[in-house]
């Protein structure tokens, strides 16, 4: 089983910017789609972007759509996420996790999480 591990995340003022980074236990990492998810208290977890095993296709939710950007490096296995612009409804817990099968937009098609790294945006 993949084990993720999340890093990057913290406090920072509205307009401001963060990388998190999402480091894989397996060499095998090149084989996974990759997804990035966020829950803020008290809401469901929400589908943040995803990336394809070579890198070449991204999926982004409409709110952070020109704001934020999935990449990966393979020999690193690791995937980041480069948020920009961000707001404080941006709150969250941001985890990664291993696309299983499925729409790539649930969490129920991913079957390998992180623990995830919180993320607070101060107005």
């Known amino acids: 089983q993949v084990q993720l591990v999340e890093s990057g995340g913290g406090l920072v003022q509205a307009g401001g910017s963060l990388r998190l980074s999402c480091a894989a236990s397996?060499?095998?990492?090149?084989?996974?789609?990759m997804g990035w998810f966020r829950q803020a208290p008290g809401k469901e977890r929400e589908f943040v972007g995803a990336?394809?095993?070579?890198?070449?296709?991204?999926w982004y939710t409409d709110s952070v759509k020109g704001r934020f950007t999935i990449s990966r490096d393979n020999a690193k296995n690791t995937v980041y996420l480069q948020m920009n612009s961000l707001k404080p409804e941006d709150t969250a817990v941001y985890s990664c996790?291993?696309?299983?099968?499925?729409?790539?937009?649930?969490?129920?098609?991913?079957?390998?999480w992180g623990q995830g790294t919180q993320v607070t945006v101060s107005s």
């Open positions: 990336i394809s095993r070579g890198g070449g296709s991204t």
């Open positions: 996790a291993t696309y299983w099968s499925g729409s790539y937009y649930s969490p129920e098609g991913y079957n390998n």
């Open positions: 397996e060499r095998s990492f090149s084989r996974y789609t």
